[in-house]
């Protein structure tokens, strides 16, 4: 990973991955027949973009990121990896966000270590929760679709 030397940087960062999270859900809304399905992955598509915004918003100085304790299912961890796929039903969809969003959380937690300046550390901090949000919205439907 490129060495980040200052908050925009890191914002960049993280604004780059939200655009890149869009781009695969609208990737994968184009994949899948099931047009409930494809308005879901829109769905996606549109939080990471309004994640985008908000990051977009901090970068300007238009707005403050507040933490927050987020919980966590842990279902993540027991589903194997699914890669997108046309005929994905609504449940590996549901899996492959969650670990989508695992990863981000991953990502951004460990970022959130390395830096010692309290600003990045904080930023960083911040994102891995909002993540960790996200992916505890998909476990919930997960877990609802199992009993």
Known sequence: MKKLRSIDEVLDFAIAGEINAHELYIEMA??????????????????????R?????????????????????????????IKPHAGMDYRELLAFAI????????????????????ELKGLFRKLAEEEADHKRRFEIEYDLMTF
Request: aromatic share 6%; glycine share 6%.
């Open 30 to 51: 184009a994949m899948v027949e099931n047009p409930w399905m494809c308005r879901t992955l829109e769905g996606f598509a549109q939080e990471e973009l309004q994640h």
């Open 53 to 81: 915004a908000k990051l977009e918003a901090v970068k300007a100085g238009k707005i403050a990121l507040e933490r927050e304790e987020v919980g966590d299912l842990g279902i993540a961890d027991t589903l194997e990896d």
């Open 99 to 118: 670990k989508k969003e695992n990863v981000s959380h991953r990502l951004y937690a460990t970022m959130a270590s390395i830096f010692s300046e309290p």
